[in-house]
Structure formats: C-alpha cells, structure tokens
C-alpha cells in the first residue's frame, strides 16, 4: 500500500512538471506578443480548473476516473471529460490555460488565475464547506500585492484594468434551495427575496473587483436547471425538463440582464458581456442531433435515472461510464462534456448578439 502510494505521488509530481513545463512554454510566447489582457476566473464546478482538487478534500474534487478522460487522459480537477469553457476562452484569447489558484508552484498571475470552485455559492451560509465566492474574491485579493512586487505598481493598474473578470455563479444557490424544500412549496416572495440577496451579494463583490481597477466583467447566466440530469433525479421529475426551476433560472437571468445594466451606471467605466448559457443548453437538451449530440437527458457517467444519481468517480459507489462521450451533452449529472463546453465556448467568444450580449468575449477582451 505504501509503494503504490508513493508511487502515485512520484507519478502525479512527473505529471505536474510535465503540465507546468507546457504551461511555462505558452507563457513565454505570449508574453513576447506584448499587451495581453488577463484572465481571472470565478465561479462553481462548472468552471473548476482544480481548485477543489488542490484544497485537499479526498474525492471532493474530480480526481479520479473518468475525469479528464478524452483531452487529458488523466484527471485533473475538472468535471467533466475534457477541458471547462475558461479553458477554451482563454486559448481564443492567446493565453495559457487558467491555472488554480490553489495549485502548489502557481507564482506567475500575470495571465489571470482561476478562483472557481466546485459547490460554490453566492451566499455563504449554504454550502460552507465549498470556497464561495466570497471567499475566491479574498484570494484575487491576496495575489495583488505579489503581482506588484513582480511587475511593479503601473504595470499592475495595466494588468488589472484590461483584465476579464470571468464568473459562473448562483446556480448552486438555487440547486440548494430546492434540495433545503423538497417537501415543501418555495413561495413566490421566498424566491424573490433569495434572489434579491444574490444579486446584492453579487454586487458587493464585483465592487471589490471593481474598487482595485476591473472593469471588464463577462458572465455566464445560469444554466436550465430544470433539464439537469441530477435536478430532475432529485425531484423524482420523468421528463425533458422540469418546470420550476427552469422559471427561476429564467427569472434570475432576466432579472441579471437589468442588474448589469444597473451597474453600467452606479459603476463608471463598468463593461459587461452575458452569454446566454441558459438558452444554448437546453437547445441542445431539445435538439441534440443538430449539434451532433445522440443523448442528451441522460449522463455519460453516473447512476440511477437519467445517470441523475452523482455517482460519478466515487469509489464506494457503483456507476457506469459510456464509451464515447462525444455522443453526450452531458458527461455526469450535472457538467457537460468538453464537445459541449467547446460550442458554448466559441458563440461566448464570437457569437452574435442573440447569444451574447452586449457585446460578445472577444470583443470585451479588445476593449
Ligand atoms: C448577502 O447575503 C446575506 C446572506 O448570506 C444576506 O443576509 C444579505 O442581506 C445579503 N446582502 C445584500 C446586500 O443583499
């Protein structure tokens, strides 16, 4: 037992050096190219590039098989088999994968870093054994003053002003809101006031982006919750998607729309970008094949219907792993696979303004 594991961890340090060595080689490249913005990423396991893994959970993290499958043939904290939409963002921007903050080594934060945290919520009294986003605004925080001392003061204000603030948050908040009500009816005014204590928190936060120099922000809105495999398994639902928490979803991204809009003022100098993340997903729920998706309610990996049991990678459990993902929209219960993630990546970056909105990705990047 102890060989095995010290072998592993030999293997996973040759691992490392082997990802940091690519890492360092694009880095350099693209430094040379000159005024790069950065890119600094916040949100759920939706974005985790491995921040849960590195903060040392055991299995809480997507750690182990089939994670990381098909792009890296290995896990590597993601959730999902291939690589997550900061990922893809950042490639179409001309810089390095986002690297977790967590990551032991991880010193260089001039291309941006990558906060997001499987389980994360806006508010911090639901999940607390997740890294909120409270939490993940107080480690952009503690990586100023390094950065000052590697390029100095002026270069700093530079770097932090042409930055992406990149977020995906507060579908936890709602997914946790109903596990918290199964048994009992979510009121219109509980749901009205839950959100108004989300986007208020939201706004608290972005103003700390905000008062050290952001001002390019790009959001994700919240997925259809009511399509994921692990939301319609939680609530006993036999069908595409189920109603209510898709209407939530929908009013906080409506209700988001005018927030941003809101902040343009309260915040001068505030630029913004909404990818209707919401919409493109559940068009491939519906319409799959036009995608080059052949199922799109149940997970690639995991149990139970629809795989909506989150079995996925956990040892102690039984669940099944299809032979290829890229048939899938859904790699587990509640992640996509990296096909998926790699369409909504592209209409972020480029799409037009039915998909994105104000303006898309690429064009806050050149701001
Ligand atoms: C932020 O969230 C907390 C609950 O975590 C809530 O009590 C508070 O009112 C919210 N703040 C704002 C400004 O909405």
Redesign the pocket.
């Known amino acids: 037992m102890a060989t095995k594991s010290s072998l592993s961890s030999l293997i996973t340090i040759l691992l490392l050096t082997t990802i940091s060595a690519t890492v360092t080689a694009t880095a350099t490249a693209t430094v040379n190219s000159g005024k790069q913005a950065p890119l600094f990423v916040f949100g759920d396991s939706l974005y985790d590039g491995g921040m849960t893994f590195y903060n040392g959970i055991p299995g809480a993290g997507a750690e182990y098989w089939p994670y990381g499958e098909t792009h890296f043939q290995k896990p590597v904290g993601r959730f999902t088999d291939g690589r997550v939409i900061p990922d893809f963002l950042a490639h179409y921007a001309g810089l390095p994968f986002p690297e977790p903050y967590l990551k032991p080594g991880v010193e260089d934060y001039r291309f941006g870093i990558n906060f997001a945290s499987a389980g994360a919520c806006v508010?911090?009294?639901l999940r607390p054994e997740t890294i909120n986003l409270k939490m993940q605004i107080d480690y952009f925080m503690k990586i100023i003053p390094k950065l000052k001392e590697q390029v100095g003061e002026e270069e700093t204000s530079r770097l932090l002003s042409k930055a992406v603030y990149l977020f995906n948050i507060a579908g936890n908040d709602y997914v946790t809101l109903f596990q918290n009500n199964l048994k009992k009816t979510i009121s219109s005014s509980m749901k009205k006031d839950f959100m108004?204590?989300i986007l208020?928190?939201i706004t608290?936060h972005l103003k700390r982006i905000y008062d050290v120099g952001g001002r390019k922000f790009a959001f994700q809105n919240i997925g259809p919750l009511g399509c994921m495999p692990s939301m319609k398994y939680m609530l006993g639902y036999r069908g595409t998607c189920k109603k209510e928490p898709q209407d939530l979803a929908r009013m906080h991204n409506h209700a988001f729309v005018a927030h941003a809009n809101s902040l343009q003022t309260q915040f001068p100098g505030f630029k913004y970008s909404i990818y209707d993340f919401h919409s493109s997903l559940k068009l491939r729920v519906l319409s799959g094949p036009k995608y080059g998706f052949k199922e799109t309610q149940t997970g690639c990996c995991g149990s139970g219907r629809y795989h909506g049991d989150f079995t996925c990678q956990k040892k102690d459990k039984s669940f099944s792993v299809c032979s290829n993902p890229n048939d899938y929209l859904w790699f587990d219960a509640a992640h996509t696979t990296d096909k998926a993630n790699q369409q909504f990546s592209k209409e972020f970056w480029a799409g037009s303004s039915d998909v994105v909105t104000p303006v898309n990705l690429q064009t806050l990047f050149a701001m």
Do not use: A, H, P, S
């Open positions: 508010l911090v009294e108004d204590q208020g928190n608290i």
